[in-house]
């Protein structure tokens, strides 16, 4: 189900970029008009699903069955769409020219249905050529979205938008967190009930993930949680209400404003989470504006106001002030911050000192570059507990995260759900919450034993083409004469080869069934119980296998080219193709199927490898399942410790540096598969710039 999404993902926004690429659009223009268009597509659906449910409950007098109100569909989170304001409508209308009306039109009738929305929905559809939407409409009509439900919906709205901040739309993609770390700093405050407040709100990726986080606990958002929300751009503050409304949550109160000049009185105090990713480094703030802010609790308050603009001089430490005020006693925040505050001086750092010495900074993580999609620099999550118990005021948790992550493109990095779970992993220890970590790698093996479970089936599946190849050129070997254009030497040397192949295959089969035979004698490892001293031994256990996996890997990755060689020689070196004895299209078949069936057994091979992996990197750092600094990733750093540094919250001060591990040859190939990537990036970059200079150079000697 996860690949078929991907997929329709990628096939979404290929068909959708495309053609704005060949229209006169620019990627804002096109952005809320086409989140537009998926959110109608989302609300029709809904409205068709809740449509069947509630009739089948209508109550009948007479043989007539009441008709359908808005109030029924508001019970259900749906909302009532008139005929006009449905999709279905809209494709309908596709040969007519008013079709952009039409859909402006059925955004209002929408709007009109919901005060939520009022205003926030696109209607610039007017601007679109009437060919344009006809063919966007068309592509959010595939069978596969007529049918999809509100989780779908939801994941392709924040696809959409994270590919649209990629691409420059929406004042450079600032309305975007990217979902690493929106998820990191849900999974360390825990919104799970209460007000949260997000003061710069963006397009509200981080109420989005708070409702994930409580799906994925059992729990109803719209019932646990009050969302408030204040974002100064009017274009992101609709890209919010059309995401909320997409995810199906409720009890939202969004409104647009300055959040350096429009405080939140009435939540001052009492919020149960805040979180945000503020804009950094704001430097137009009037003083005079926010003197007297009750936000501003430090002795210091404002951190320091330019002499040459009058204005101060950096807005970060108004916005981590912003966050502590919110937080009712025992409220938690977590937000992004630019690397640099963390050790800023003069009037920052006064007001950090005051903050530190609240002793409610429970966490500082570091994370590298490139994980946004406007800037390249690196940039630190803070947390802070107003509820830590008095064992822990004096401690700050340091994490030092540069040098985990994933590479999805030259300029963009993210982390993995593992990576995800295993940093919030070391903050459980921290709280003390060993049962968490133990139940996370206790999943960890869990998925390991269902990858063994799963390669037999995988590894089984190279049988019937392997055979096949090695049959298609035995028989070749065994029936080919010497003619003219063969010479009884050539026929020699394919014999060794064929010879060579199906020795090279028994003994890779051999391998294949010793090993699985050898699994067999592990434990189960999904019935493991949560004791550290049974998982290390099971995790053990599994240890032996991996250098085995890896090597009937490379056996096998050996064997499917030789097979490929061996196709080749048969038709380039025996001619294969002119003598009967040669079946062209059961090799070339079987050499396709071999390859498909290897693409399939190695997955399962690394399926079993990567949950072996994620297990040990928990267990190799924290044996006794108890927190512990570990050398370059973590360390409980004390008020005393944090003075005797200047105040620094920058956990690589306090980190330090890790001992080089050792690659493997499967490390070495993932870093050449991203040097690759990097290299194709750069080439890419490169073209484009060539092609840039080319056209210049035309245009000045024109």
Not at 223 to 242: H, P, W
Not at 378 to 384: D, S, V
Not at 397 to 418: C, G, N, P, Q, W
Request: aromatic share 8%; with cysteine; net charge negative.
């Amino acid at each position: 189900m996860q690949q078929n999404i991907t997929q329709l993902e990628n096939d979404l926004w290929e068909a959708a970029d495309q053609l704005r690429a060949n229209s006169k659009l620019t990627a804002t223009e096109y952005s809320m008009p086409v989140l537009g268009l998926i959110f109608l597509r989302h609300a029709t659906n809904r409205y068709l699903t809740v449509k069947g449910e509630i009739e089948k409950t209508l109550p009948s007098r007479g043989g007539r069955t009441r008709p359908l109100t808005a109030a029924d569909f508001q019970q259900k989170a749906a909302i009532f769409l008139p005929d006009e304001a449905q999709y279905e409508y809209m494709v309908d209308l596709s040969g007519q020219e008013d079709l952009g009306k039409a859909i402006n039109d059925a955004m209002t009738l929408i709007e009109g249905q919901v005060d939520f929305l009022k205003g926030a929905l696109p209607k610039t559809y007017t601007r679109f050529e009437n060919e344009l939407l006809n063919r966007l409409l068309r592509i959010f009509n595939r069978d596969a979205l007529r049918k999809a439900t509100g989780d779908v919906f939801g994941r392709i709205y924040e696809y959409f938008l994270n590919k649209f901040a990629m691409s420059g739309a929406q004042e450079g993609g600032e309305f975007f967190t990217p979902y690493s770390l929106v998820r990191l700093i849900v999974n360390v405050i825990e919104p799970e009930q209460g007000i949260v407040l997000d003061p710069a709100l963006g397009s509200a990726g981080m109420f989005v993930q708070t409702g994930h986080f409580l799906e994925e606990k059992g729990s109803s958002p719209s019932a646990a949680i009050t969302f408030y929300g204040q974002e100064k751009s009017d274009t992101n503050v609709n890209l919010a209400r059309m995401n909320m409304a997409v995810h199906g949550l409720e009890g939202t109160h969004i409104r647009q404003g300055n959040t350096f000049y429009e405080q939140l009185d009435h939540l001052i105090g009492q919020c149960h989470r805040v979180m945000a990713n503020p804009p950094f480094n704001v430097d137009g703030v009037d003083p005079d504006r926010i003197k007297g802010d009750a936000r501003l609790f430090t002795n210091k308050k404002i951190p320091g106001i330019s002499s040459k603009t009058k204005a101060v001089s950096n807005a970060n430490y108004l916005w981590i002030q912003y966050f502590y005020s919110y937080l009712n006693a025992t409220g938690r925040a977590g937000f992004v911050m630019a690397s640099s505050a963390t050790d800023a001086g003069h009037g920052e750092r006064e007001i950090r000192q005051q903050i530190i010495e609240t002793g409610h900074v429970d966490a500082i993580i570091a994370i590298g570059t490139n994980f946004f999609y406007t800037r390249s620099l690196p940039c630190t999550l803070w947390f802070f507990d107003k509820g830590k118990p008095d064992g822990r005021l004096d401690q700050v948790l340091m994490i030092d995260a540069r040098h985990i992550y994933r590479i999805v493109t030259r300029k963009i990095r993210d982390f993995s759900d593992e990576q995800l779970a295993n940093i919030t992993a070391i903050v459980w220890l921290h709280r003390g919450q060993t049962d968490r970590f133990l139940a996370l790698v206790g999943r960890y093996l869990s998925q390991a034993q269902t990858a063994v479970s799963h390669l037999p089936a995988s590894l089984n599946q190279l049988d019937q083409p392997l055979d096949a190849l090695n049959t298609a050129v035995s028989h070749l070997a065994t029936t080919a004469q010497p003619n003219d254009d063969l010479t009884p030497a050539a026929i020699a040397d394919f014999q060794k080869q064929v010879a060579a192949l199906a020795a090279d295959g028994q003994t890779f089969q051999q391998e294949r069934e010793t090993l699985l035979q050898d699994l067999q004698s592990l434990p189960d490892l999904a019935s493991l119980s949560n004791d550290n001293a049974a998982q290390h031994a099971a995790r053990e256990r599994l240890d032996p296998f991996i250098p085995r996996l890896k090597a009937l890997q490379k056996s096998l990755t050996a064997l499917v080219r030789e097979s490929g060689r061996a196709r080749d020689a048969a038709e380039k070196e025996l001619n294969g193709r002119s003598t009967t004895a040669w079946d062209h299209k059961t090799a070339r078949t079987a050499l396709t199927d071999l390859e498909a069936a290897r693409d399939t057994a190695t997955a399962a091979l690394k399926e079993l490898i990567y949950w072996h992996t994620q297990a040990n990197w928990l267990q190799s750092r924290f044996p006794e399942g108890v927190y512990t600094d570990v050398l370059g990733l973590c360390k409980v750093v004390s008020r005393a410790d944090i003075a005797n540094h200047d105040d620094s919250l920058t956990p690589g001060r306090y980190v330090g540096v890790a001992p080089l591990e050792l690659e493997d040859d499967e490390d070495f190939e993932e870093r050449m598969s991203e040097i690759h990537l990097e290299i194709a990036g750069l080439n890419e970059e490169a073209n484009d710039l060539a092609m840039l200079i080319q056209s210049n150079f035309e245009d000045l000697t024109a």
